[in-house]
């Protein structure tokens, strides 16, 4: 990717909203684990033996709110085909005042589309991994949550541990609503070119995982 490339995503994605506020390369990161059963001790010797880390499911998370987004119905036939980049007429029928079909005939069956934006939302959910991260060490809360009463670890890493090219990261956004997520957005990237930083990706990341519910503030 050219610097010009970049520069342009970087300010579409600005002005967007998109860009994520992401700990720098010297920033302390901690995270709590409970050690308390077999599995955790197994990735906990994992970690240090292989440095990998094992990120949660999305039905192992304990908040419902996580990886939850209300998914919003938005698919009509006139969504779709702009979805899919398509014109409702050639420019040789509009040269000619001839239409083939309209978006509505085209696209009257919405259901294979829904079902290919459920792909995508199945296939993200079964296949993400999340790590979660606080800024703190000292935590009576935290020690006592995650930590199996402190009877657990508390464990302290870099940013720079953490490129950005293996994995997103970046701080969450605490809202009091469930963020809506349109299955037009869904549809466009089960159908879009694996991009990592597409600004399609990226609006769907930041709804997907991070958005937290208000409450423990981690």
Same mark, same amino acid.
């Given at each position: 990717?050219?610097?010009?490339?970049?520069?342009?995503?970087?300010?579409?994605?600005?002005?967007?909203?998109?860009?994520?506020?992401?700990?720098?390369?010297?920033?302390?990161?901690?995270?709590?684990?409970?050690?308390?059963?077999?599995?955790?001790?197994?990735?906990?010797?994992?970690?240090?033996?292989?440095?990998?880390?094992?990120?949660?499911?999305?039905?192992?998370?304990?908040?419902?709110?996580?990886?939850?987004?209300?998914?919003?119905?938005?698919?009509?036939?006139?969504?779709?085909?702009?979805?899919?980049?398509?014109?409702?007429?050639?420019?040789? %029928?509009?040269?000619?005042?001839? *239409?083939? &079909?309209?978006?509505?005939? @085209?696209? $009257?069956? /919405?259901?294979?589309?829904?079902?290919?934006?459920?792909?995508?939302?199945?296939?993200?959910?079964?296949?993400?991994?999340?790590?979660?991260?606080?800024?703190?060490? %000292?935590?009576?809360?935290?020690? *006592?949550? &995650?930590?199996?009463?402190? @009877?657990? $670890?508390? /464990?302290?890493?870099?940013?720079?541990?953490?490129?950005?090219?293996?994995?997103?990261?970046?701080?969450?956004?605490?809202?009091?609503?469930?963020?809506?997520?349109?299955?037009?957005?869904?549809?466009?990237?089960?159908?879009?070119?694996?991009?990592?930083?597409?600004? /399609?990706?990226?609006?769907?990341?930041?709804?997907?995982?991070?958005?937290?519910?208000?409450?423990?503030?981690?």
């Amino acid at each position: 990717m050219s610097f010009e490339t970049w520069a342009e995503h970087e300010v579409v994605a600005a002005a967007q909203g998109l860009n994520l506020r992401i700990p720098t390369r010297h920033q302390s990161m901690f995270k709590y684990i409970g050690l308390n059963n077999k599995t955790s001790w197994t990735y906990f010797e994992r970690m240090l033996k292989d440095l990998e880390l094992v990120g949660s499911t999305a039905k192992s998370l304990n908040d419902p709110f996580e990886l939850s987004p209300y998914i919003f119905d938005d698919l009509r036939p006139r969504v779709v085909a702009k979805v899919f980049k398509d014109s409702e007429y050639s420019l040789v %029928d509009r040269l000619n005042n001839i *239409s083939n &079909y309209t978006f509505e005939e @085209k696209y $009257a069956d /919405l259901a294979p589309y829904r079902e290919d934006a459920k792909l995508y939302l199945d296939r993200t959910e079964r296949n993400s991994r999340i790590i979660c991260f606080c800024e703190h060490s %000292d935590s009576p809360l935290l020690w *006592s949550h &995650y930590a199996n009463s402190y @009877k657990g $670890a508390c /464990l302290h890493f870099l940013g720079r541990a953490f490129p950005r090219s293996r994995a997103r990261v970046g701080y969450v956004n605490y809202s009091s609503h469930r963020l809506t997520f349109p299955m037009s957005l869904a549809l466009a990237l089960n159908h879009e070119k694996e991009k990592f930083s597409s600004h /399609l990706k990226m609006e769907a990341d930041k709804m997907y995982f991070f958005s937290k519910a208000p409450g423990l503030g981690i």
